[in-house]
Every structure is written in structure tokens, then in C-alpha cells.
């Protein structure tokens, strides 16, 4: 695709549930972030995958949160046993090198994530 | 202090004015600064990086950066209602690895 994809759009859950966050970033792009953004607030870094492996994963909350890249272009955010205050945008970006040295973080349109 | 400082406004300005945006970082080793620009309910888009003490333009857009004020600011000339959003200031600190670091964000209104 053009762009950086991400889906579900919008997911509601109940509290104590698990969520799976897919996306598809830029053909090309090696660099992926995950960042949430709550309402208000500026986006909050997550982790980075540079290809397959998490090269940062110190902005992960807590260890309900985890992140994968198999092959090295899709990845999925997994949230066990959710929490109301999980409820946020969780937004993905992918670069065509490591964003924070000077490239351009192309951001996909969210995952709206509503824990009830 | 949080590493990244905006003003969350709003800031209203009439269309055709400057609207001035300012950001404070706290980490002096920080050596990347980007204005990204995020329209309600969509997804952050970059509009301007900068990386030497100075300004920088490009088209109605300026960014200045100042480091030992640890301060950056983006300047909208002749500004259009399509201007109106949330305006993120975003900093790499070296102890945040290739991560940015992103503000608040500044919503900007424009009237016309």
C-alpha cells in the first residue's frame, strides 16, 4: 500500500481481555514505532524495530505489553489483560532508516482502543 | 520538568497573520527537531525538521531553532483556516535512543 496501514481501526473490549494491533508499514521501511497517544496528549513511544528484532523497547508500560516483527514488516501490538487506562490511539510509524537520526516517521491513521 | 514543553493553547489568529509556536526541551544533548502537524482525528504528518542553530524555510513555513535557549518555535506566515490544528514539537535526546520525543501539542485556530 501507499501508506502505512493499520487495523482494527476502532476496537472495544472489556476489561481483563486480550487485543491484538496490526501494521503494515511502507514497502521498504525498516524502521517501525509504536507510540500511544491519549487524549490531549502528544504521542508516547512504545518501542522500535529495526527489521525483525526490537532494538528499543523501553517505552512498553509493563509486561502486559508486547510487540512482534517476524519478517521483518508487519507487527502486531499485544495487550494481555487489559486495563480502562490502556484505552488510548495506539498509532504506528515506520521509516525508511532510524527516524530519530534525521528520517521522516510516516505515522499510519491509529488504532482506536476502548477498554470497557 | 517534562522533556518536551508547549503551550497547549489555543492559539487564534486571523487569517493572513502569523501564528508563532514555541518549544522548550530540557535535554541540551538533543541534536534532531521536528514540527509535525496533526488535524483532529487524523494521524501526526511532518511539516518541518531542523537540526542547526538558525532558521529554516520553507514556503510559509519557519523554523527556528535556538540550543542554548533549548528552544525551538515554528512560524506560520499568511496563515489559511486549513492551518487550523494541533501543532506536535518533537526532540531526539540522545538517552531516548532513535525515539521521539513529542510534546503536547499547540492547537492552532485561524479565523476567517
Known amino acids: 500500500g501507499a501508506g502505512v496501514s493499520q487495523t482494527p481501526s476502532n476496537k472495544v473490549t472489556e476489561k481483563g481481555k486480550y487485543v491484538e494491533l496490526r501494521c503494515d508499514p511502507i514497502?521498504?521501511?525498516?524502521?517501525l514505532y509504536w507510540y500511544r497517544q491519549s487524549l490531549g496528549q502528544g504521542p508516547e513511544f512504545l518501542i522500535y524495530f529495526q527489521g525483525t528484532g526490537a532494538a528499543d523497547d523501553s517505552g512498553l508500560p509493563n509486561d502486559r505489553f508486547f510487540a512482534v516483527r517476524p519478517e521483518g514488516s508487519v507487527s502486531t501490538l499485544k495487550i494481555q489483560r487489559t486495563e480502562r487506562g490502556d484505552s488510548a490511539v495506539y498509532l504506528c510509524a515506520s521509516s525508511i532508516n532510524s527516524g530519530g537520526a534525521g528520517g521522516e516517521l510516516f505515522f499510519g491513521e491509529g488504532s482506536r482502543l476502548t477498554v470497557l | 520538568q517534562k522533556e518536551v514543553e508547549q503551550n497547549s493553547g489555543p492559539l487564534s489568529v486571523p487569517e493572513g497573520a502569523i501564528a508563532s509556536l514555541n518549544c522548550t526541551y530540557s535535554d541540551r544533548g538533543s541534536q534532531s527537531f521536528f514540527w509535525y502537524r496533526q488535524y483532529s482525528g487524523k494521524s501526526p504528518e511532518l511539516i518541518m525538521s531542523i537540526y542547526s542553530n538558525g532558521d529554516k524555510e520553507d514556503g510559509r513555513f519557519t523554523a527556528q531553532l535556538n540550543k542554548a535557549s533549548q528552544y525551538v518555535s515554528l512560524l506560520i506566515r499568511d496563515s489559511q483556516p486549513s492551518d487550523s490544528a494541533t501543532y506536535l514539537c518533537?526532540?531526539?535526546?540522545?538517552?531516548?535512543?532513535?525515539?521521539?520525543?513529542f510534546g503536547k501539542g499547540t492547537t492552532l485556530s485561524v479565523s476567517s
Open positions: 514497502s521498504g521501511h525498516t524502521a
Open positions: 518533537a526532540v531526539n535526546p540522545p538517552q531516548a535512543g532513535t525515539a521521539l520525543i
